[in-house]
Structures are given as structure tokens and as C-alpha cells.
């Protein structure tokens, strides 16, 4: 009983950990208009709307925080081997991997941007002096709570993967997460602020993004402080509540029957099921069919 | 994940070509004696397992629904994010379940990482309908077809101006369920069987017990299993083009293609994960 | 809504590249088997090397192959590439002295299986398909066998499976310390996947210059060197380690330096804290 207890305890700090890197996470890919909203801002200098937001093309976000991840994993697994103390060696090898994050999306920018010259787009320098530091330091909170997360998953559930294999798994889980529930909200609700609500950006006016703030020019700083609302909360409570029933229904059930698990789970997804079918019909009552059809305000 | 055009793919589906089925089944048997010489029946039946778990990672992600970038801007249903990489996504949390469950036996574990890749998206399919519906005020609608052939729900009035479609109907949150299962289902098959071979192998070639090399054996099975999983999920991937709104889109027709490539990819790469323990000492 | 990629004309044609990007990456990983002839590491950081003069090579396959539009992002390309790319790498590395060699066989055969597949069975019919598939897969092989040979001094399989632990001064061999048992192998292949996509991913557009793409692709090998190095410390003797730690920072702030400078060079306009220029016309 205790040792469930105690499984219980580190599940829910696993969870919050999760919920913790998941938003940041979602935030850091904003910022840098990482993943998919990224075709936009690449499109808007093609449409003659030269803008001055992060264009940090690095690789999907699943890809990217697999190795963002796996690499702070596999560098504090390093300096444990050295014997170094595993919190220290954790925090040092999330501030190396943040490192590799930093140089990967000056030199993401500075390609794409180069390479957009044709259509007039200049690389504005102080983008990278101003926004790479913020990006960074979300990349940090992000790898630092997962390698944390994996650690605790290791040494106190005992689950068989090495550190940095982990890390692999839960980064490409995170970016996945992430990206799913997060870029919606930046992709439309941000970048096509001025698109109508509650309608899909008409293919139209696709590259007609945003690009003024309320006061002066918008930078991606500006999104960061948007996503924060929403996108990252929600993307934070899609991985922490991934990892938070993944470790669960293992950790409490498997001591009454070794199908305790898997009952559970099926059991948790008949309930999602049953969640999201609620929120569809709920929409479908309250958004109305659009009997008329809209113009597209582009 | 980036603003990519694919090959426009207009018409009925091309089948595959005679000479790319004959070399298949021929290197898929060949595959099979070499496992069989290499390491006997257990050689032979841990590549039928790759092969399977192969196929049904190439198999799952064709259900589960992707936008791409359109997604993003609330043009086309489906996730945001790449079809490859969220089947990894879920494939790998169904490995790590899988893993987790290894010692519990072998039915144990594969029910273990089906549900954890079913878990995964099941969680993710609704917080993306969360923010459709309450961050951008989007209700769910196809593109592809007129009614969800699950709730028969009718989608073209729910459609906005200029746009394929938005959100995850409910054909398309069942099909992404269905997609994380059977590849955390494959991912977990490939890990399992692997793992037997080398645990078989391992000690005797070390001279060592069980525990000691358990760790080679874990990392040796889990980094093939990974790899094997992108190799059939960007095979997969190549297949749809890209993007699919689930089990009713169009483009799920294609599937026979991809379960064929990727059961001659998983043989191909399989025989030398199975074979891999076989030279060492020999030169 | 898609962009086409596109890239510039010009540069060294690609057929030299691979010539040169086969044979140097071969020779370098060659020359860190001087370790066991002078039975120290201080060769180590020529398997990096190896792996720096592959993925140069590996842009360029990149380049050829996304500009026909492969449906999915470019990141899939790196993906299935590695994935090829460590199993020939683990299996060529128990073959001891003939690790290299027989590395390139696998991959080869690994990536001409799943361009055929592509090719033949799910029918992308894109010309360079085939090769260049093989060719990404065997610069995948390479980069995984060179940074593993880089990070303990050997690409010999029992030399990734053991390792040392010193507990209370004792030293005992331990195979959970190892480059494989610790899953290091899971980091090179991260690296190498997103390392061999990158340069291309991040340069495309209408104005990409292959001097600066190539740039950039020696860039990020550098810089999975440099940690590969720090991870280094923790298999192989300090000095040898400083060795490799301090030839990949020199070579990465050369070649981040000169990317910079030829990002300047191909940019429309360098400027610090200014606002958006407006096209001439108006938006």
C-alpha cells in the first residue's frame, strides 16, 4: 500500500512536470513560429507583407523536442555517469541542450530570411538579439521539467529505458502534443486576428497576416504573450494529463490485476470519447449552422 | 510540418507496379531464410512479428487525422501538426507503456502499448476540439464527405467560406484512436521481439547473466524499435501525401500500398536488427 | 495555399559532392582505428569529422530529392534516413575492422529497399528516389558510426556495449555505462536526423545558395560534435575528450561565423531595430 502511495506521489509530480513543460513548450513554439503556423509567416514576404516575426524553421516541433529533449537527457545521464549529482547534472545538461536550440534557430531565421530576399525581406538582427534569449529560456523550462520528469519516471517507477531513450519518447510525445493543441490557436486566433471569429482563415487570404501591433510593429514577443493565454495552458494540460493517466492507471492498478491497466485505459479514452462528443454537439447548438454564406474579409 | 506542396495525385489510385510486388515478396522471403539460418524458429518468428508490427504502424497511420500546415489556420480538418510525427507520437507512448509492462507478458504488453498510443491521441483529439470550440469558436466539419458516417452529422452548413472544412469530427477523434493503438500496438511488437532475440543472445555471447545485459538489450531493442517505427510511418506518410482527415477520407483507399511497403521495409530492416548479435567475435 | 520549394541553380555539381562526401567520410571514420594502434583516444574526433563531411554530403542528396515536393515536410527525409541509417550503423559496427565498409553495404541495401517501396509500391515515381534514398541512408550510417566512434573511441560493437564505472576508486566494467546500454545511441540518432534536415529546411526559398546551405550543414555538425564531445567525458580519457572538445568549437564558431557573414552576403537588407520596409507600391 505505501509503495502506492508513494507511486501516487510521483505520478502527480510527473503530471504537474508535464503540464509545466507542455506549456512552455506550445509558448517557446509560438514565439518562434515553430511548426506549422510557420508556413504562414514564410508565405506573408511572398504575398509583398514584409513583417518582423520569428521565422524559426527548425523541423516539426515532434521532431525538434525529441532531440531538444533527448539531448538534456542524454547529457545529465552523461554527467551522472561522472558522478555528478543527478539535479545538477540535469540542469546542466538542459542548459547545453538549450544551447544546440539557440544556434539551431538563429540559423533557421537567417536561412529562411536570406533566402526570402527576392520578395524584399530584410533579416532584422535584433530579432535574434531579442527573441532567441526568450525562446531559449521556454526551451529551457520545457526540457528541464521532461528530463525531470523521465528521471523520476526511471529511478522512482522503475521503468526499464535508459535516461536518454526516455527522453526521446516523452520529447516527440511533447512536440506532438504541443503542436496539435497549440498552433490552432496562434495559426488562426494570431496570426488572422483580423479574419472573422469563429470561421476558418478563407484559403484567400492566406499570407495576410497580422503584422501591426496595438502599439507599433507586432514581434513575436507579442504572440508569446498571447499564446500564454490559451495555447500554452491547453497544450500543458494535454501532455500532463497524457502522462498524468499513462503512469496512473500502471502505477495504482497493476497491484490488483496485471489487466488493471488496460482496463482503466480503455475505460479513460470511452470517457474522452464521451468528453468530445459532448463539446461537438455543443458547438454544432451554439455556433449555429451558417445558413448564409460569409464573405471571406480579406 | 513546413509549407510544402505535394505531388498532385489527380485521378484513381495508381496500383503498384508488377515488378515492385514480385521484388517484395521476394525479398520478404528471403528475409524469412536468412532469419531462419541465422537464428532458427526463433529467428523466424521474431521477423514475423517485425513484419507485422511493421505493418500495422503503416496501417495505423492512415487513420490518424492530420491537416498539415492548413489545419493551422483552421483551413482544413484535421491536426496541425505531421502525420509521420504524431503517429511517432503516439506510437512511442505506446512503447513506453509496452516496455513498462514487458515483465507481465507478452499479451500484457502489447495491450499495454495499444492503449497508451490510444490514450495519447485520445487526450490530444480532444484538447484540439477544446480549442477549436472555445479558443477560436470553430465547430467540427468534414471535407471530404456530407455526413459523419458514425453520428451522421451533417457538415456542409458548418463549413466556413473558403475553407476544406475544420476541426475533428467524430469519425475523424475515432480514427485517431484507432491510429495510436495499432502503432503503439506495431511499435510495441517490434520492441517485444527483439528484445526476446537479444536477451537469448546476449548472454551467451558475453558471458554474462540476464540483469547484467539487460541494459544492451533494452537500448538495442528500443533504439531499432524507434527506428523502424519512422521508417514505416514516413513510408506511410509518403502514401497519403502528406495529409488525411481519417478511416472516411478518400485517400484510406491507398492503404494496401503502404502495408506492402512497409511490410518489405520492416523485413529488409528487421533481418539485420535480428541478425545483428550473429558477427560479433567473428572478425 | 502551398509553397513550391524552391532552390537555386548552380554551385558544385552534386555528383562531385558524393564522390568526395563517400570517400572522405570513409577515410576519416578509418582514422580513428589509429585509437587501437596507439591504444589511446586522441584520435577520436576524426569519426566527428566523418560525420561533418556526410552531412555536407547529405544536404545536397536533400536539396536533389525535396525539390521534386515529396508531399510531407523535409524533416520526414532525415527521419527515415536515420532510421535506415542506425540499424546498418549497429550491424556494421560488430564487424569489426570492416565496420565502415560493411556500414555502407547495409545502408545501402536498407535505403534501396524503402526507395523502391517508395518508388515501385506506393508510387511517388520521383526519379532520384532510389538513389536517393541510398545515399541518405548511408550518410545516416556514417554520421551515427562516426559520432558513436567519436564519442568512445572505437567503432567496434564491444567497445559501444562496455564500459567503466570507478565506484569508491575501484574501476569494474559495467555494461549499463556504455555508449549503447546508456542509450547514447538514442541522442546520435536525434542529432543526426535533425542535423541532416536542417541546413536544407532552414535555407529553402527562392534565394538558397548552395555555399551557404552547405555552410550551414557543416555548422550543424559541428555543433553535434561539440556535444557529443561533452558527452564524450564519460567514456573515453579526459585528454582525449579535450581534444574532440576543442576541435568541434573551433569548427563550429569558423562555420557559424562564415554562415553568418554569407547569410549577410544573400540577405535583402541587414538592419538592426529598424521597422518593416514596405514593399515599393504598398501591400
Same mark, same amino acid.
Given at each position: 500500500?505505501?509503495?502506492?502511495?508513494?507511486?501516487?506521489?510521483?505520478? @502527480?509530480?510527473?503530471?504537474?512536470?508535464?503540464?509545466?513543460?507542455?506549456?512552455?513548450?506550445?509558448?517557446? !513554439?509560438?514565439?518562434? !513560429?515553430?511548426?506549422?503556423?510557420?508556413?504562414?509567416?514564410?508565405?506573408?514576404?511572398?504575398?509583398?507583407?514584409?513583417?518582423?516575426?520569428?521565422? &524559426?524553421?527548425?523541423?516539426?516541433?515532434?521532431?525538434?523536442?525529441?532531440?531538444?529533449? @533527448?539531448?538534456?537527457?542524454?547529457?545529465?545521464?552523461?554527467?551522472?555517469?561522472?558522478?555528478?549529482?543527478?539535479?545538477?547534472?540535469?540542469?546542466?545538461?538542459?542548459?547545453?541542450?538549450?544551447?544546440?536550440?539557440?544556434?539551431?534557430?538563429?540559423?533557421?531565421?537567417?536561412?529562411?530570411?536570406?533566402?526570402?530576399? &527576392?520578395? /524584399?525581406?530584410?533579416?532584422?538582427?535584433?530579432?535574434? &538579439? !531579442?527573441?532567441?534569449?526568450?525562446?531559449?529560456?521556454?526551451?529551457?523550462?520545457?526540457?528541464?521539467?521532461?528530463?525531470?520528469?523521465?528521471?523520476?519516471?526511471?529511478?522512482?517507477?522503475?521503468?526499464?529505458?535508459?535516461?536518454?531513450?526516455?527522453?526521446?519518447?516523452?520529447?516527440?510525445?511533447?512536440?506532438?502534443?504541443?503542436?496539435?493543441?497549440?498552433?490552432?490557436?496562434?495559426?488562426?486566433?494570431?496570426?488572422?486576428?483580423?479574419?472573422?471569429?469563429?470561421?476558418?482563415?478563407?484559403?484567400?487570404?492566406?499570407?495576410?497576416?497580422?503584422?501591426?501591433?496595438?502599439?507599433?510593429?507586432?514581434? !513575436?514577443?507579442?504572440?508569446?504573450?498571447?499564446?500564454?493565454?490559451?495555447?500554452?495552458?491547453?497544450?500543458?494540460?494535454?501532455?500532463?494529463?497524457?502522462?498524468?493517466?499513462?503512469?496512473?492507471?500502471?502505477?495504482?492498478?497493476?497491484?490488483?490485476?496485471?489487466?488493471?491497466?488496460?482496463?482503466? /485505459?480503455?475505460?479513460?479514452?470511452?470517457?474522452?470519447?464521451?468528453?468530445?462528443?459532448?463539446?461537438?454537439?455543443? @458547438?454544432? &447548438?451554439?455556433?449555429?449552422?451558417?445558413?448564409?454564406?460569409?464573405?471571406?474579409?480579406? | 510540418?513546413?509549407?510544402?506542396?505535394?505531388?498532385?495525385?489527380?485521378?484513381?489510385?495508381?496500383?503498384?507496379?508488377?515488378?515492385?510486388?514480385?521484388?517484395?515478396?521476394?525479398?520478404?522471403?528471403?528475409?524469412?531464410?536468412?532469419?531462419?539460418?541465422?537464428?532458427?524458429?526463433?529467428?523466424?518468428?521474431?521477423?514475423?512479428?517485425?513484419?507485422?508490427?511493421?505493418?500495422?504502424?503503416?496501417?495505423?497511420?492512415?487513420?490518424?487525422?492530420?491537416?498539415?500546415?492548413?489545419?493551422?489556420?483552421?483551413?482544413?480538418?484535421?491536426?496541425?501538426?505531421?502525420?509521420?510525427?504524431?503517429?511517432?507520437?503516439?506510437?512511442?507512448?505506446?512503447?513506453?507503456?509496452?516496455?513498462?509492462?514487458?515483465?507481465?507478458?507478452?499479451?500484457?504488453?502489447?495491450?499495454?502499448?495499444?492503449?497508451?498510443?490510444?490514450?495519447?491521441?485520445?487526450?490530444?483529439?480532444?484538447?484540439?476540439?477544446?480549442?477549436?470550440?472555445?479558443?477560436?469558436?470553430?465547430?467540427?466539419?468534414?471535407?471530404?464527405?456530407?455526413?459523419?458516417?458514425?453520428?451522421?452529422?451533417?457538415?456542409?452548413?458548418?463549413?466556413?467560406?473558403?475553407?476544406?472544412?475544420?476541426?475533428?469530427?467524430?469519425?475523424?477523434?475515432?480514427?485517431?484512436?484507432?491510429?495510436?493503438?495499432?502503432?503503439?500496438?506495431?511499435?510495441?511488437?517490434?520492441?517485444?521481439?527483439?528484445?526476446?532475440?537479444?536477451?537469448?543472445?546476449?548472454?551467451?555471447?558475453?558471458?554474462?547473466?540476464?540483469?547484467?545485459?539487460?541494459?544492451?538489450?533494452?537500448?538495442?531493442?528500443?533504439?531499432?524499435?524507434?527506428?523502424?517505427?519512422?521508417?514505416?510511418?514516413?513510408?506511410?506518410?509518403?502514401?497519403?501525401?502528406?495529409?488525411?482527415?481519417?478511416?472516411?477520407?478518400?485517400?484510406?483507399?491507398?492503404?494496401?500500398?503502404?502495408?506492402?511497403?512497409?511490410?518489405?521495409?520492416?523485413?529488409?530492416?528487421?533481418?539485420?536488427?535480428?541478425?545483428?548479435?550473429?558477427?560479433?567475435?567473428?572478425? | 495555399?502551398?509553397?513550391?520549394?524552391?532552390?537555386?541553380?548552380?554551385?558544385?555539381?552534386?555528383?562531385?559532392?558524393?564522390?568526395?562526401?563517400?570517400?572522405?567520410?570513409?577515410?576519416?571514420?578509418?582514422?580513428?582505428?589509429?585509437?587501437?594502434?596507439?591504444?589511446?583516444?586522441?584520435?577520436?574526433?576524426?569519426?566527428?569529422?566523418?560525420?561533418? +563531411?556526410?552531412?555536407?554530403?547529405?544536404?545536397?542528396?536533400?536539396?536533389?530529392?525535396?525539390?521534386?515536393?515529396?508531399?510531407?515536410? +523535409?524533416?520526414?527525409?532525415?527521419?527515415?534516413?536515420?532510421?535506415?541509417?542506425?540499424?546498418?550503423?549497429?550491424?556494421?559496427?560488430?564487424?569489426?575492422?570492416?565496420?565502415?565498409?560493411?556500414?555502407?553495404?547495409?545502408?545501402?541495401?536498407?535505403?534501396?529497399?524503402?526507395?523502391?517501396?517508395?518508388?515501385? +509500391?506506393?508510387?511517388?515515381?520521383?526519379?532520384?528516389?532510389?538513389?536517393?534514398?541510398?545515399?541518405?541512408?548511408?550518410?545516416?550510417?556514417?554520421?551515427?558510426?562516426?559520432?558513436?566512434?567519436?564519442?568512445?573511441?572505437?567503432?567496434?560493437?564491444?567497445?559501444?556495449?562496455?564500459?567503466?564505472?570507478?565506484?569508491?576508486?575501484?574501476?569494474?566494467?559495467?555494461?549499463?555505462?556504455?555508449?549503447?546500454?546508456?542509450?547514447?545511441?538514442?541522442?546520435?540518432?536525434?542529432?543526426?536526423?535533425?542535423?541532416?534536415?536542417?541546413?536544407?529546411?532552414?535555407?529553402?526559398?527562392?534565394?538558397?545558395?548552395?555555399?551557404?546551405?552547405?555552410?550551414?550543414?557543416?555548422?550543424?555538425?559541428?555543433?553535434?560534435?561539440?556535444?557529443?564531445?561533452?558527452?564524450?567525458?564519460?567514456?573515453?580519457?579526459?585528454?582525449?575528450?579535450?581534444?574532440?572538445?576543442?576541435?568541434?568549437?573551433?569548427?563550429?564558431?569558423?562555420?557559424?561565423?562564415?554562415?553568418?557573414?554569407?547569410?549577410?552576403?544573400?540577405?535583402?537588407?541587414?538592419?538592426?531595430?529598424?521597422?518593416?520596409?514596405?514593399?515599393?507600391?504598398?501591400?
Amino acid at each position: 500500500m505505501e509503495e502506492i502511495i508513494f507511486g501516487i506521489g510521483i505520478t @502527480a509530480l510527473a503530471g504537474a512536470l508535464a503540464t509545466v513543460a507542455g506549456a512552455a513548450e506550445d509558448v517557446e !513554439s509560438d514565439i518562434g !513560429s515553430q511548426g506549422d503556423p510557420n508556413s504562414q509567416v514564410q508565405l506573408a514576404p511572398q504575398m509583398g507583407y514584409i513583417h518582423r516575426i520569428f521565422n &524559426k524553421a527548425i523541423a516539426g516541433e515532434p521532431p525538434a523536442y525529441g532531440l531538444w529533449v @533527448a539531448l538534456g537527457a542524454g547529457l545529465a545521464w552523461a554527467f551522472m555517469a561522472m558522478q555528478i549529482n543527478p539535479i545538477l547534472a540535469i540542469v546542466l545538461g538542459s542548459a547545453l541542450a538549450v544551447f544546440v536550440q539557440g544556434v539551431y534557430a538563429t540559423t533557421a531565421y537567417l536561412g529562411r530570411t536570406a533566402s526570402l530576399a &527576392k520578395f /524584399g525581406q530584410p533579416v532584422y538582427i535584433d530579432i535574434l &538579439k !531579442s527573441m532567441t534569449t526568450v525562446t531559449m529560456a521556454h526551451a529551457f523550462v520545457a526540457i528541464f521539467a521532461t528530463v525531470a520528469m523521465c528521471h523520476l519516471i526511471i529511478s522512482a517507477l522503475g521503468h526499464p529505458f535508459p535516461l536518454p531513450l526516455l527522453g526521446l519518447v516523452w520529447g516527440i510525445a511533447l512536440g506532438a502534443a504541443g503542436s496539435a493543441t497549440g498552433n490552432p490557436f496562434y495559426g488562426k486566433e494570431r496570426q488572422y486576428q483580423e479574419q472573422k471569429f469563429g470561421a476558418g482563415v478563407p484559403i484567400s487570404a492566406s499570407g495576410n497576416i497580422v503584422r501591426y501591433a496595438e502599439a507599433g510593429q507586432r514581434n !513575436s514577443l507579442d504572440n508569446g504573450f498571447f499564446s500564454a493565454k490559451l495555447g500554452g495552458p491547453a497544450s500543458g494540460i494535454c501532455f500532463g494529463l497524457i502522462v498524468f493517466f499513462e503512469l496512473w492507471r500502471t502505477v495504482v492498478f497493476e497491484e490488483f490485476n496485471i489487466w488493471g491497466p488496460i482496463i482503466v /485505459g480503455v475505460f479513460v479514452i470511452l470517457v474522452f470519447a464521451i468528453i468530445d462528443r459532448y463539446i461537438e454537439v455543443w @458547438a454544432r &447548438k451554439n455556433f449555429g449552422p451558417y445558413t448564409a454564406p460569409e464573405e471571406a474579409s480579406s | 510540418m513546413s509549407a510544402l506542396g505535394g505531388p498532385k495525385q489527380a485521378g484513381g489510385i495508381q496500383p503498384p507496379t508488377t515488378m515492385g510486388l514480385v521484388l517484395g515478396i521476394v525479398l520478404i522471403i528471403i528475409a524469412l531464410i536468412l532469419a531462419f539460418f541465422l537464428v532458427q524458429m526463433a529467428g523466424l518468428i521474431a521477423l514475423i512479428g517485425i513484419i507485422i508490427g511493421g505493418v500495422l504502424i503503416g496501417f495505423g497511420v492512415h487513420f490518424v487525422p492530420v491537416g498539415g500546415a492548413p489545419a493551422a489556420m483552421g483551413q482544413a480538418p484535421g491536426i496541425a501538426t505531421g502525420v509521420a510525427m504524431l503517429a511517432a507520437g503516439a506510437g512511442l507512448a505506446g512503447l513506453f507503456g509496452g516496455a513498462w509492462a514487458a515483465p507481465l507478458g507478452f499479451a500484457v504488453a502489447l495491450a499495454g502499448g495499444a492503449i497508451g498510443g490510444g490514450l495519447l491521441m485520445a487526450i490530444t483529439c480532444t484538447m484540439v476540439n477544446v480549442i477549436y470550440v472555445f479558443g477560436m469558436g470553430i465547430p467540427a466539419a468534414s471535407g471530404k464527405v456530407d455526413k459523419d458516417p458514425i453520428t451522421g452529422d451533417s457538415f456542409p452548413e458548418y463549413k466556413s467560406q473558403g475553407t476544406e472544412g475544420h476541426g475533428l469530427p467524430f469519425i475523424s477523434w475515432v480514427g485517431g484512436v484507432i491510429g495510436g493503438a495499432l502503432g503503439g500496438l506495431g511499435g510495441t511488437l517490434i520492441y517485444l521481439e527483439l528484445l526476446d532475440v537479444y536477451q537469448a543472445q546476449l548472454p551467451v555471447i558475453l558471458n554474462a547473466t540476464v540483469e547484467q545485459i539487460a541494459p544492451i538489450a533494452i537500448s538495442l531493442a528500443g533504439i531499432f524499435a524507434v527506428a523502424m517505427f519512422l521508417i514505416n510511418a514516413v513510408l506511410a506518410a509518403y502514401n497519403i501525401t502528406g495529409t488525411i482527415e481519417g478511416p472516411h477520407d478518400p485517400k484510406f483507399k491507398r492503404f494496401p500500398r503502404a502495408i506492402i511497403a512497409a511490410a518489405v521495409a520492416s523485413a529488409v530492416a528487421g533481418i539485420f536488427a535480428i541478425g545483428l548479435l550473429e558477427l560479433v567475435g567473428v572478425f | 495555399m502551398s509553397v513550391k520549394i524552391e532552390v537555386g541553380a548552380g554551385g558544385i555539381p552534386h555528383n562531385q559532392i558524393l564522390i568526395y562526401g563517400l570517400v572522405g567520410s570513409v577515410i576519416l571514420i578509418y582514422l580513428t582505428y589509429l585509437n587501437t594502434y596507439m591504444q589511446a583516444p586522441y584520435f577520436a574526433f576524426f569519426g566527428g569529422l566523418a560525420a561533418v +563531411v556526410a552531412l555536407i554530403w547529405g544536404t545536397d542528396t536533400i536539396k536533389h530529392l525535396c525539390s521534386y515536393g515529396l508531399g510531407t515536410g +523535409v524533416p520526414s527525409a532525415g527521419m527515415i534516413a536515420l532510421g535506415s541509417g542506425v540499424i546498418a550503423a549497429l550491424f556494421g559496427a560488430t564487424t569489426g575492422i570492416f565496420a565502415p565498409i560493411v556500414t555502407v553495404i547495409i545502408a545501402a541495401i536498407i535505403g534501396a529497399v524503402a526507395g523502391l517501396m517508395a518508388n515501385a +509500391v506506393v508510387r511517388m515515381d520521383i526519379p532520384v528516389m532510389v538513389v536517393s534514398l541510398i545515399e541518405l541512408a548511408i550518410v545516416g550510417a556514417i554520421t551515427v558510426l562516426g559520432l558513436a566512434a567519436m564519442a568512445c573511441g572505437t567503432f567496434e560493437f564491444l567497445g559501444m556495449i562496455t564500459g567503466q564505472i570507478s565506484i569508491l576508486g575501484f574501476t569494474i566494467t559495467s555494461y549499463e555505462t556504455s555508449l549503447i546500454g546508456g542509450s547514447i545511441i538514442a541522442v546520435i540518432f536525434m542529432l543526426g536526423a535533425i542535423a541532416i534536415q536542417h541546413s536544407f529546411n532552414a535555407c529553402l526559398g527562392p534565394g538558397e545558395q548552395q555555399d551557404r546551405t552547405l555552410m550551414l550543414a557543416a555548422e550543424c555538425g559541428f555543433l553535434s560534435m561539440i556535444v557529443v564531445a561533452i558527452m564524450s567525458f564519460a567514456f573515453i580519457d579526459r585528454y582525449a575528450a579535450i581534444i574532440t572538445l576543442v576541435i568541434s568549437i573551433i569548427g563550429w564558431l569558423y562555420t557559424y561565423a562564415k554562415y553568418i557573414e554569407l547569410s549577410k552576403r544573400d540577405a535583402y537588407a541587414w538592419l538592426d531595430a529598424q521597422p518593416i520596409l514596405e514593399p515599393k507600391g504598398g501591400a
